[in-house]
């Protein structure tokens, strides 16, 4: 009877996936709603409507073949790099940052976007890059220079931490793509001598002044490091169990800074205490670990084992990063926490990363 009631579309959606990041989206949305002092609209309410309108854009998404998604990949690339442009010329300005177009109906950060596409392209052009082209200069430089570009024009914002999550998707890709090792052994000698003259002349100030309050942050309790102190008391002060729905003090009393969005995981450890930073963990290893990497691994072609791998890499690279930083084991940067942080640009960047894995798990089981 379930058979006739239920659409075959809705029965083959990967719901033991599905039903996880639901529940970890609606503890997002209470944790907003105590960061709100008991009030819906807008983080939590909001927070619900971007995943239920994105969920929908996920299953869009999953029904498309495999030549959609290598048609769109440039002319995509393309269009985020011209939005990029304009949020130089014309983007809103918000904490001392020039990062988002003003779109009426929402807030639009194409940086956000970028992370995403970026995999996209690059898994497209090493599926047409002939094998015996893998390991000569063609499969690296052109590969370069697409991510170069829209990580300048990022730093230019300036927004370090996308950039850096936007070279580093770009990197795993051309990792798996079979690149001579050689090449990141060099890239990473010359990081390490490029690292100080950077930070000295090309990071801003208050960049520089994350770096080195990341190593002290007792230094300057009260300015730079005030962040990241809030943060470790409320994560602390929640202890195994926190200290209730509704009770933190931290975010009530204002003292955490960026509560709903970079900051949201200490305020939800400081209510919920270690079980619920479990429980987040718990979601992403299924999502991420039990779900998309395999999906990557029995995927039918190099294009799509390259794109459903960095997908899962790009939400893992928001997670790790996030929690790293909230914990004072990485400087502040703004990464939100995957469908836990208020924002309509970080919730569309990873439901399209869930409804591209989502489409490559059925090209699996249907051949494209």
């Known amino acids: 009877m379930s058979r006739s009631i239920i659409p075959d579309p809705l029965r083959r959606l990967p719901w033991p996936v599905l039903g996880p990041l639901t529940a970890l989206v ?10 709100r002092g008991g009030h819906m609209w807008p983080w939590a309410a909001m927070h619900m409507v971007h995943y239920a309108l994105f969920l929908t854009m996920a299953v869009v998404m999953s029904r498309l073949p495999r030549e ?17 442009v304009l949020v130089e010329a014309v983007g809103r300005i918000g904490g001392g940052s020039q990062r988002w177009l003003n779109l009426g109906f929402m807030t ?4 956000e976007m970028m992370k995403p596409v970026i995999v996209l392209v690059l898994a497209h052009f090493y599926d047409n890059l002939p094998p015996a082209m893998t390991r000569s200069w063609r499969a690296l430089m052109p590969a370069a220079m697409l991510m170069a570009v829209p990580a300048a024009l990022v730093m230019l914002q300036p927004d370090l931490g996308t950039a850096m999550a936007i070279c580093l998707g770009a990197a795993v890709i051309i990792f798996l793509a079979g690149v001579p090792m050689w090449w990141f052994i060099s890239a990473g000698a010359a990081g390490a001598i490029a690292a100080p003259l950077a930070f000295f002349f090309v990071l801003h100030d208050y960049q520089r002044k994350r770096v080195t309050v990341f190593l002290n942050p ?9 962040h990241i102190t809030q943060s470790k008391i409320a994560i602390g002060s929640g202890g195994l169990f926190g200290k209730g729905f509704g009770n933190g003090t931290q975010s009530h009393l204002e003292y955490l800074p960026e509560k709903e969005t970079d900051f949201v995981f200490a305020t ?13 963990l718990a979601v992403f290893f299924v999502v991420l670990f039990r779900w998309g990497l395999a999906v990557s691994r029995r995927a039918p072609d190099r294009f799509s084992q390259l794109l459903a791998a960095g997908m899962v890499t790009t939400i893992f690279f928001y ?17 939100p926490l995957p469908f836990m942080s208020h924002g309509g640009s970080s919730m569309l960047t990873n439901m399209g990363c869930i409804g591209t894995i989502m489409a490559v798990d059925r090209w699996s089981r249907r051949g494209g």
Do not use: C, H, R
């Not at 939800?268 to 987040?280: D, K, R, Y």
């Not at 790790?320 to 990464?335: D, E, F, K, S, T």
């Open 68 to 84: 959609t998604f290598k048609q769109a990949a440039y002319p995509l690339y393309g269009v985020l790099l011209v939005l990029l």
């Open 26 to 35: 609606l503890f997002g949305s209470a944790v907003l709603y105590s960061a």
């Open 268 to 280: 939800m450890a400081e209510e919920w205490g270690m079980i619920g930073g479990l429980f987040i």
């Open 319 to 335: 997670v790790a990063i996030n929690m790293m930083m909230v914990m004072g084991l990485a400087p502040v940067v703004g990464i």
């Open 218 to 226: 007792e230094a300057d309790m009260l300015g730079a490091g005030y």
């Open 108 to 111: 639009l950060q194409p940086s």
